[in-house]
């Protein structure tokens, strides 16, 4: 089994950051890529940024310039450093992975940004 541990959510005002932290462990021996995705109440999930193992990262047009993620491949381990955090990045946010032997996500963890 594949276990992802998500940290780092919380509450913070407009303008405020917060790092999230996801660490994968359990029967995963290689990681092809890691990323976090969000959902706000009656929205669908979408893709907030990912990381390869290599190195390329993507971003959600919303986030460029404000979130940055960064990986650990020896820890495997993805945090993503949130800055300038707006109303509108109040979400439950996701951690996932992906590996040869599937598809993985964590339970989530709430970021709630207040005006």
């Known amino acids: 089994q594949v276990q992802l541990v998500e940290s780092g959510g919380g509450l913070v005002q407009a303008g405020g950051s917060l790092r999230l932290s996801c660490a994968a462990s359990?029967?995963?021996?290689?990681?092809?890529?890691m990323g976090w995705y969000r959902q706000a109440p009656g929205k669908q999930r979408e893709l907030v940024a990912t990381?390869?193992?290599?190195?390329?990262?993507t971003y959600y047009a919303s986030v460029k310039g404000r979130f940055t993620i960064s990986g650990d491949n020896a820890r495997n381990t993805v945090y993503l450093q949130m800055n300038s955090l707006k109303p509108e990045d109040t979400a439950v946010y996701y951690c996932?992975?992906?590996?040869?032997?599937?598809?993985?996500w964590g339970r989530g963890t709430q970021v709630t940004v207040s005006a």
């Open positions: 996932n992975v992906n590996s040869p032997g599937g598809n993985y």
């Open positions: 359990g029967s995963i021996f290689f990681i092809n890529a």
């Open positions: 990381i390869t193992r290599g190195g390329t990262t």
